[in-house]
């Protein structure tokens, strides 16, 4: 098996990966919350954890891959304070908790296709594992680790010697950070305390609740990831993926929790996204109208353009997003894709060179998942006039398997000349309009060949456009 070097939230380091067992990958990754359309930033993070799910069975891993729909628990403060963030939809949009779940898990679900990024083999709402959550809260109650209050259950941190764990082993700005945005609690022992099971005592109006031995209620946000992972996946989890926000509170409760139910380490590997921004900083839902992968198809973007887009920086960097680098990115792939297409299709594959530049890129996205370096090994390849056109096409086929750019994939269409010309004429028209700042009559003419099937794309390069 070839060395796969991935960095270590738990370690801070780089470290050589090796599974407990042999080829056989446990990865478990949080999903969203179905409250409201994913923004761009989740995607990024979404598109991490695909790359490296991609990147394992590349090399040949056998990996089972568990992933939750939050659609209960998750507070507005990340926390125990706030209100429940399916409730908030609830009343903004005057629909069932369900309803708002089934939409927004369905809308999550046609943003993540459009990007390429496979579906895990496991995906469980929060919902349908209320048995588990209670199971593991009565393990922890028993055991001391957690303990009634004010009608609620809380899991008790001053019972841990390294609750800090995951963030250095102190607590630092992050954790600092964090415990300033919640509100007191007077039933909890320790403010750092986290909440395992609210009761309608505190949240009467919630439309989502179970019975449970201590009352009627629902569970907190962090048991759900812990219940999910151990009833899919058992005891031991090899990888544990989020974004970076995720750090703390939410994967150190985890920890805390999963660690004491089970009397043992529970996951080996962290593997974290860095935050995608904007001119103003980290994307969120809470600033208003938000860039969605729906809205940059709107605009003339291909989805897998912002796909490619991420594969030019690390997952472990901040990438800033905007329209200009947008569209380099959107251009550069509709170079790279008819650069391809060029290649014949004749001849036979050279064994030696097939696997020499498989081997430079494996040792890339072996090397903590390298795409931008292993995006160069590919631009190399197509430069390399030693190598023919038909090995060309089966290294570009082979690395795809993790790009997933859909890079040899047929899209011309023909057309007749009069289409053409339409088309053509109604861009001139609109790149016309866009100069007098009459933008309301270019996203009209956008939206017209739209309707006809015509999307249009723009760039640096000017307005290309192709047929769906």
């Known amino acids: ?63 089972t891959r568990a992933m939750n729909i939050t659609d209960v628990g998750h507070l507005t403060s990340d926390s125990d304070s706030g209100e429940d963030k399916m409730e908030v939809a609830r009343k903004r949009e005057g629909k069932t908790s369900m309803e708002i779940a089934k939409f927004y898990t369905e ?16 995906v469980s709402p929060a919902t349908e594992n209320i ?18 209050s004010g009608g ?39 403010q750092a305390d986290f909440a395992l099971w609210f009761t309608t005592s505190k949240f009467e109006n919630h439309e989502l ?51 004491s139910y089970l009397g043992h380490k529970w996951c080996n590997y962290w593997f974290h996204n860095e935050h995608l921004l904007d001119e103003t900083g980290k994307m969120s839902k809470s600033k208003g109208e938000f860039l969605t992968v729906s809205l940059l198809e709107e605009k003339g973007y291909d989805p897998l353009a912002f796909r490619f887009m ?41 064994t030696e060179k097939f696997d020499l530049y498989k081997n430079k890129f494996i040792e890339e996205i072996s090397n903590d998942l390298n795409t931008s370096n292993a995006l160069t090994v590919m631009y190399n390849l197509l430069k390399d006039t030693e190598v023919n056109d038909i090995t060309k096409r089966s290294l570009i086929e082979d690395f795809d398997k993790v790009f997933s750019l859909d890079l040899l994939k047929e899209e011309s269409i023909d057309i007749d000349s009069d289409l053409e010309k339409e088309i053509e004429g109604k861009i001139k028209e609109r790149a016309e309009a866009k100069k007098n700042k009459d933008f309301a009559k270019a996203d009209a003419i956008r939206d017209e060949l739209l309707s006809k099937g015509v999307k249009l794309i723009d760039s640096r390069e000017g307005t290309t456009y192709e047929l769906i």
């Open 107 to 122: 809308a999550f679900f046609n943003d993540f296709a459009k990007v390429n990024c496979k579906m895990p083999e496991i």
């Open 152 to 190: 609620n259950v809380y899991f008790d941190i001053s019972k841990l010697e390294n609750y800090y764990v995951l963030t250095n082993n102190q607590e630092d700005d992050l954790v600092v950070g964090a415990r300033e945005s919640v509100e007191e609690d007077s039933n909890k022992r320790n």
């Open 209 to 259: 609740t179970w019975d449970s031995p201590w009352g009627v209620g629902y569970p907190g946000w962090h048991i759900e990831c812990s219940g999910i992972s151990i009833k899919y996946l058992g005891e031991y989890l090899d990888v544990h993926g989020g974004g970076v926000d995720n750090i703390f509170p939410h994967h150190t409760n985890e920890i805390a929790q999963s660690e």
């Open 310 to 350: 991420c594969l030019n920086s690390h997952y472990r960097k901040q990438l800033v997003f905007s329209y200009d680098a947008l569209d380099q990115a959107s251009s550069t792939l509709q170079k790279l894709k008819k650069k391809i297409a060029s290649l014949s299709t004749d001849g036979e594959v050279d």
């Open 131 to 148: 048995e588990m959550y209670i199971k593991i809260i009565t393990k922890l109650l028993e055991d001391g680790y957690a303990y009634e």
């Open 1 to 63: 098996m070839i060395c796969l070097k991935i960095y270590n939230t738990l370690t801070r380091k780089i470290e050589e990966f090796i599974p407990r067992e042999e080829n056989k990958v446990k990865l478990y990754t949080c999903g969203p919350t179905v409250y409201h359309y994913a923004h761009i930033g989740n995607i990024r993070n979404y598109i991490g954890h695909d790359i490296f799910d991609k990147t394992l069975r590349y090399l040949g891993y056998d990996v």
